[in-house]
């Protein structure tokens, strides 16, 4: 793979990455080995590796693969820096009420705590698989404190996103738009994925112009934006205006790395 003539081979490095059609395949659980191998020479090199992902819980085969430094779940809103709870952030009692008030009959609806997940599947509707790997109860049962993200599933989730935009601006919101048109995540204020690079960059001691982003879906816009070097995985128009490199395809993130980590190798001194 040819890889840009600006690709920074100075350490320290933080490199970022999203999970889901970035570092693993659409509702994947492990890390090719390609991937893995370049990843592990790459902390050998002294890269520091951190997850930052829209999922509420990391797959345990992906960390055991990555062993990163740091990890952001909920789309920036919970992080993890080694085995310390960096931060947390939830809805207020005002805002989750605004959230709840959808007004989308027949929508999939589902809020995660930092242990459960609470969950309205209307109809005949099933778990997804990866429901199923998490403890959820009836939505009826949520909590009105300790709530970290929303996630609906309905075709018009795009219009309670727009309501919700200008009702509530301060709100993050993801997704009713491409490539997931049907899915909104809605998050805290606060909780996106750029505010968790540049957190997780500072309690490692990483300048901000030392930081890689790498992504894939509009989730991932506010990461590529504000890190120094951006790498956009995929195709998605959205990102392309925040790439400083492109990884055309997913099953192409390995052949990448291990390019990179030649670049690192070739710099450093002797």
Request: glycine share 8%; proline share 8%; charged share 20%.
């Amino acid at each position: 793979m040819i890889l840009p003539a600006h690709l920074p081979t100075t350490l320290p490095l933080l490199m970022a990455f999203d999970l889901d059609g970035t570092l693993i395949p659409d509702a994947g659980r492990e890390v090719a080995a390609d991937t893995a191998q370049a990843l592990a020479r790459l902390k050998t090199l002294g890269v520091h590796l951190a997850i930052i992902t829209g999922r509420d819980t990391p797959p345990s085969q992906v960390c055991r693969a990555m062993q990163p430094d740091a990890v952001a779940t909920n789309n920036g809103g919970r992080i993890m820096v080694g085995e310390d709870l960096h931060s947390e952030a939830s809805f207020s009692d005002a805002d989750l009420e605004a959230v709840l008030a959808h007004e989308l009959p027949g929508a999939r609806v589902v809020l995660f705590t930092a242990d459960t997940l609470y969950v309205d599947l209307p109809g005949d509707m099933k778990p997804e698989p990866w429901m199923q790997l998490r403890q959820y109860r009836p939505l009826t049962d949520a909590p009105r404190s300790g709530i970290l993200k929303a996630g609906y599933y309905h075709p018009q989730v795009s219009d309670f996103a727009g309501r919700l935009r200008g009702t509530h601006p301060h709100l993050v919101l993801t997704g009713a738009q491409d490539p997931y048109p049907h899915f909104l995540t809605v998050t805290p204020e606060g909780a996106h994925k750029g505010a968790a690079l540049t957190l997780i960059a500072d309690r490692l001691g990483i300048a901000h112009d030392r930081t890689v982003a790498f992504g894939d879906s509009d989730n991932d816009e506010a990461m590529l934006e504000v890190a120094a070097f951006g790498v956009q995985v995929g195709t998605l128009p959205l990102l392309a205006r925040h790439a400083s490199a492109q990884v055309p395809e997913q099953a192409r993130l390995g052949e990448f790395l291990h390019a990179w980590a030649d670049r690192l190798q070739a710099a450093a001194p002797a």
